[in-house]
């Protein structure tokens, strides 16, 4: 049974960084994207970030770009966002979620962590 | 990028209805556009994928249609644990967008 469980959620005042991590199990292989999408209160769904099996491909919303990094650590089965100047337009409840059986970021999300809340305020 | 539009953005329903929540590409996605099912407090679920393929353990009520720019999602009979938010997205490049979902509420 595959499982997601983000962790590393926290309060930080604006301009703060904060680091979340996201542990997946239940994979026998390690061809499977991994994305973070956002939910902020009152919004829609937000896609974030997304790398790659290999960590040859990995792309950022223009949003967040240059101020968030995307890493992923296979043999700890672990994905990573390094979130730096952060602003209230940031505080969401941030998702880890696997696209499985793909050599790019693209598909569908097949897998859903419950979520890490990153809130944003002084 | 590609812009992905719901419709409706909300609507009332009740049990038993039936439900048809349309989507539109901004471009041609084959049939790459994926729906979700959102409740409060939980993670988003894959229901469709690839336009028209149930994820494995979704109920029959549900069903996706549609290639190019317009899909659908059906709700054949509406039940009490579908009332949530419905997202469709294109999986079809990055960055993968979705709609500004469809919230399904009780009549």
């Known amino acids: 049974e595959v499982q997601v469980v983000e962790s590393g959620g926290g309060l930080v005042q604006p301009g703060g960084s904060l680091r979340l991590s996201c542990v997946v199990s239940g994979f026998t292989y390690d061809d499977y994207a991994l994305h973070w999408v956002r939910h902020s209160p009152g919004k829609g769904l937000e896609w974030v970030s997304g790398?790659?099996?290999?960590?040859?491909?990995?792309g950022h919303a223009d949003s967040v770009k240059g101020r968030f990094t995307t890493s992923r650590d296979n043999a700890k089965n672990s994905l990573y966002l390094q979130l730096t100047s952060l602003t209230s337009e940031d505080t969401a409840l941030y998702y880890c979620a696997v696209v499985s059986g793909v050599d790019g970021l693209e598909g569908a999300f097949d897998y859903w962590g419950q979520g890490t809340l990153v809130t944003v305020s002084s | 990028d590609i812009q992905m539009t719901q419709s409706p953005s909300s609507l009332s329903a009740s049990v038993g209805d039936r439900v048809t929540i349309t989507c539109r590409a901004s471009?041609?996605?084959?049939?790459?556009l994926n729906w979700y099912q959102h409740k409060p407090g939980q993670a988003p679920n894959l229901l469709i994928f690839a336009a028209s393929n149930m994820e494995g353990r979704v109920p029959s009520r549900f069903s996706g249609s549609g290639y190019g720019t317009d899909f659908t999602l059906t709700i054949s009979s509406l039940q009490p644990e579908d009332f949530a938010t419905y997202y469709c997205?294109?999986?079809?490049?990055?960055?993968?967008?979705f709609g500004q979902g469809t919230k399904v509420e009780i009549k």
């Open positions: 997205q294109q999986g079809y490049s990055v960055p993968p967008t």
């Open positions: 471009q041609t996605i084959s049939d790459s």
């Open positions: 790398i790659s099996w290999n960590s040859d491909y990995i």
